[in-house]
């Protein structure tokens, strides 16, 4: 077909009916809401680098999760900034944990609210790194079990989902067979399948007080060259037993997120990092862009790349711009 028989600006000419013949659709029950948790009473502080972030005090975290809900966002993914931290992470698996108090009183007050734990040990342990240190490397095989006891405690304080984020290999079978073992079989592992080791996680060290203390995370995390390799780490999480795959970051890999869509029928979940949220915010705040429109314009692409679930800072705002425009 070509012009004057075919005119693509037929359907382009009002709003009708661009809405009509619309391929992609953003809806807010497509969005899970990072939420920062720490101990205290009425805490709310926002973080510096990302404009709209704050880390809340576990009643201050219901009040939001109640907020999301209005704005038809029924899900949420907790990180937790311990009072204290040691070498072996061990607030990560306490009973009384902060993620653990969270999740009781999410379930208790927030009861429809769909509530995600990520599963990792760098917000509790002193170096900032993803598993146990021995002989001043990450030893993968003996940070499963503290893994698998970190998922299951959040099973056990009522999270709906775990998602282990550490990129150890193995951790996902290890998690699977303990909560299987432990009556945990219907509860879903959403795996951080495809996690770069990017420059954009960068706000999200500040926001968790998570940087490493020494050397980086590149001898676990993925190469950013790397693309084969992410079919290899999805496959391995299937065969593990994951319920839905992820790629970290969103926006600088949504080759990857599209590839994996054509090779994968899993759920496929996508996280607008950190750093992709705040070069919007930061070049909102200059007025070089209109920042509303950016911002769906980026989660749409996500989306329209392949991405059933999008993991984003900007869910409560999306949600209220989507709602304006219904």
């Known amino acids: 077909m070509i012009f004057p028989d075919y005119r693509p600006r037929r359907l382009r000419q009002d709003e009708r009916f661009r809405s009509l013949v619309r391929e992609t659709r953003l809806h807010p029950s497509q969005f899970i809401y990072p939420l920062f948790v720490k101990p205290g009473k009425g805490v709310r502080e926002e973080v510096a680098s990302m404009p709209g972030v704050f880390r809340l005090s576990v009643d201050q975290l219901v009040k939001e999760a109640k907020d999301c809900l209005r704005l038809g966002v029924g899900s949420v993914i907790l990180f937790g900034l311990p009072e204290s931290k ?85 951790r996902v079978a290890e998690i699977r067979a303990t909560l299987d073992e432990s009556n945990f079989s219907h509860l879903p592992i959403m795996a951080y399948s495809v996690k770069y080791a990017s420059a954009f996680y960068g706000p999200f060290r500040e926001a968790a007080d998570g940087a490493p203390q020494f050397g980086d995370r590149k001898g676990y995390q993925m190469d950013p060259a790397n693309e084969r390799e992410a079919f290899r780490e999805a496959a391995m999480d299937v065969e593990e037993g994951a319920d839905i795959l992820m790629v970290k970051p969103a926006v600088a890999y949504l080759d990857i997120i599209s590839k994996l869509r054509a090779e994968f029928d899993h759920p496929l979940a996508a996280y607008h990092v950190s750093g992709e949220y705040a070069m919007i915010k930061a070049a909102a705040a200059n007025g070089w862009i209109d920042g509303d429109k950016v911002m769906l314009e980026t989660l749409l692409a996500i989306h329209r790349a392949g991405a059933d679930i999008i993991i984003t800072y900007g869910a409560k705002e999306a949600a209220r711009l989507l709602r304006q425009g219904e």
């Open 86 to 170: 040691d070498a072996t992470g061990s607030g990560a698996y306490i009973k009384n944990g902060i993620v653990q108090q969270a999740v009781r009183e999410l379930k208790n007050k927030v009861p429809e609210l769909l509530v995600v734990t990520d599963v990792c040990l760098c917000e509790y342990t002193d170096h900032g790194h993803c598993g146990l240190i021995v002989n001043h490397q990450v030893d993968n095989d003996a940070t499963l079990e503290l893994l698998a006891k970190t998922a299951l405690s959040h099973a056990e304080a009522g999270a709906d989902m775990v998602a282990p984020s550490d990129m150890m290999d193995g």
